[in-house]
């Protein structure tokens, strides 16, 4: 096809002709590149050859069974393979022996493919390099572990004793919506540690966040009307109300931040010292100071990075332990008696000391995450290249090491038998009894489940995971000394609108009825 037409006896340019010609160019340019790299670029290297472009294994992962796909990838390609999604690809790697100094920043640094979440967050520079990561992450576990998760309690308590009195009064729960609202309200409350109250209207605040945090699921495309664009006007919005109510608390830190001569080691030590506590706030907004982020739009954001790692993270833990927790009465019988013991032991209060003294409910937590990891992971950037079961994958590579896949092939579990479409001990989804067994936990050291990645592993290993198992426990402790747990629809698991990334149950299967306990356990 010409692009040039004869019009009025000289040659004209036409644009009608222009267009589909480029289009058919640049089609022609992308498909050339995408095959001759399947073709000449990786194809040596184990997993699918073809998947769809951009989208690559995403519409399988969204539309499987999550377990049973990773599990028969792992038994067609091995402890390596790699998976394509949303427009990145990276290769999953199973093998903790070899993932070891990965996760320890020795051969790979830490790495974010998901654009949309980097669009959301921008600056993780922090996780980056060790000079900036180290005092931050040593302030960072003294806010949430310890002295610094003790003195959280209180508050925590409060505001779910807000939603626990809500849910006695219906009696009954809406556990995916509920536990969303409790996501939420102890990432903003609990985590920023920033007074809202009277001063923005709460409930626009909390949908602007519900938005912001959604743009994490979308597309990574910004269309109008798009989850990506209703989530990126949510954070300029949030950037907003954010500024002005942390104006004195961002200058107070940048005049600390100058004073110690802009020295992240010399401030955290100084704020450890202090015996003042270490707030989150505070943590974060060290971390942006030492990469540079010294701007009041900078703090403001960092308390964004405190409500996104914690709100959803939070629900998709409470969901997974409810929903297993309410089909299983022996172990809800088993958690009561244990709290009969707590009281006689510690009183009626449900302090630290008492929480810190639930061997079972711990269990039932951890079991809960390992056979439904409310998370997937993270990534890697190699460094230098790496072998893995005879696979060299080179510098660059971004590397996927996925709990679920990890957790399936836990060295004290699985016996390396593939007949299976699901190791028994994962399969929730047709023998939950033989799946969750928090006995698991309590067994002698050797025999306890040994790959549990929901919190990942090595230098960058989750520091709000006791915040979080803390969080859970008081949650069920309240509930579960007054009531026994029932779902609506029992077989609401089996029903699940999706599984990946997380969890989700069909519409209107979420209902848990609370059934009052003949003999209730009073709470203080
Ligand atoms: C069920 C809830 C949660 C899950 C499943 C979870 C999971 C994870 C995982 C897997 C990592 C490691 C990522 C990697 O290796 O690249 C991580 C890191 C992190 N998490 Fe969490 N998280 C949860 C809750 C929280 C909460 C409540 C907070 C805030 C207090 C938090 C703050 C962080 C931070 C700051 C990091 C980065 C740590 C570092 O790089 O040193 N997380 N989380």
Redesign the pocket.
């Known amino acids: 096809m010409s692009i040039y037409s004869e019009e009025n006896g000289a040659s004209a340019f036409s644009h009608s002709a222009l267009l589909p010609w480029l289009a058919t160019t640049v089609a022609g340019a992308f498909l050339l590149y995408y095959f001759s790299n399947i073709i000449f670029g990786r194809k040596r290297l184990p997993g699918p050859w073809l998947t769809i472009p951009f989208l690559g294994d995403t519409i399988e992962l969204a539309l499987s069974d999550y377990a049973r796909m990773m599990f028969s990838r792992f038994k067609r390609y091995g402890r390596v393979f790699r998976m394509r999604l949303l427009g990145f690809e990276a290769y999953v790697v199973a093998d903790p022996e070899v993932l070891r100094p990965l ?1 320890s920043d020795d051969g790979a640094t ?1 790495a974010m493919p998901v654009q949309t979440f980097n669009w959301l967050m921008e600056n993780l520079n922090v ?1 980056r390099s060790k000079e900036t ?1 180290r005092p931050w ?1 040593k302030l ?1 576990l003294a806010a ?1 572990t310890g002295g610094g998760l003790k003195a959280m309690v209180p508050l925590i308590r409060q505001i779910m004793e807000d939603h626990v009195r809500q849910w006695a009064t219906d009696g009954r729960v809406e556990i995916f919506e509920e536990a969303r609202l409790l996501g939420l309200d102890l990432a903003i409350f609990a ?1 920023t540690g920033i007074n809202l109250e009277g001063k923005v209207d709460v409930t626009w605040f909390k949908e602007q966040v519900s938005m912001y945090v959604r743009g994490l699921y979308g597309l990574p495309i910004v269309l109008p009307g798009s989850k990506m664009a209703k989530a990126l006007a949510a954070k300029r919005r949030l950037l907003n109300t954010l500024m002005p109510l942390m104006r004195e608390r961002h200058e107070a830190f940048h005049a600390e931040w100058e004073a110690a001569g802009k020295d992240a080691d010399k401030i955290a030590s100084k704020m450890m010292e202090s015996g003042d506590g270490v707030s ?1 706030n505070k943590v974060q907004m060290l971390g942006f100071h030492s990469t540079g982020g010294e701007t009041l739009r900078d703090s403001a954001l960092s308390a964004l990075h ?1 409500i996104m ?2 709100a959803d ?2 629900r ?2 409470l969901f997974n332990t409810w929903a297993i927790l309410a089909q299983m009465p022996a172990v809800q019988d088993k958690v009561f008696e244990e709290q009969k013991k707590v009281i006689a032991e510690f009183g009626p209060e449900i302090g630290y000391q008492a929480m810190s003294n639930m061997p079972y409910l711990d269990a039932v937590f951890k079991e809960a995450l390992r056979v439904l990891p ?2 997937s ?3 890697r950037k190699l460094t230098r290249d790496v072998t893995i079961c005879g696979v060299t994958l080179p510098a660059g590579t971004i590397v996927w090491y996925h709990a679920l896949l990890l957790q399936m092939l836990d060295p004290v579990l699985w016996d390396g038998d593939t007949s299976y479409d699901i190791p028994p001990y994962m399969d929730w989804r047709n023998n939950l009894e033989d799946a969750f067994q928090p006995e698991r936990w309590l067994a002698d050291e050797a025999k306890r489940p040994r790959n549990f990645y ?3 592993s090595g ?6 995971m006791n ?2 198992q803390m969080e859970v426990k008081l949650l069920l402790t309240l509930v579960m000394r007054r009531f026994s747990l029932e779902l609506e629809v029992p077989d609401m698991l089996l029903r699940l609108a999706a599984q990946f990334p997380y969890l989700i149950p069909a519409k209107g299967t979420d209902g848990m009825r609370l059934v009052p306990r003949v003999q209730g356990l009073p709470w203080s």
């Open positions: 996760l830490v996780l990561h992450r960072h949430v985590i989150l405190g790692a914690a993270t939070t998709f833990a409310p998370s992971g993270g990534f929901v919190f990942g230098s960058h290993m989750c520091p709000g915040l979080v």
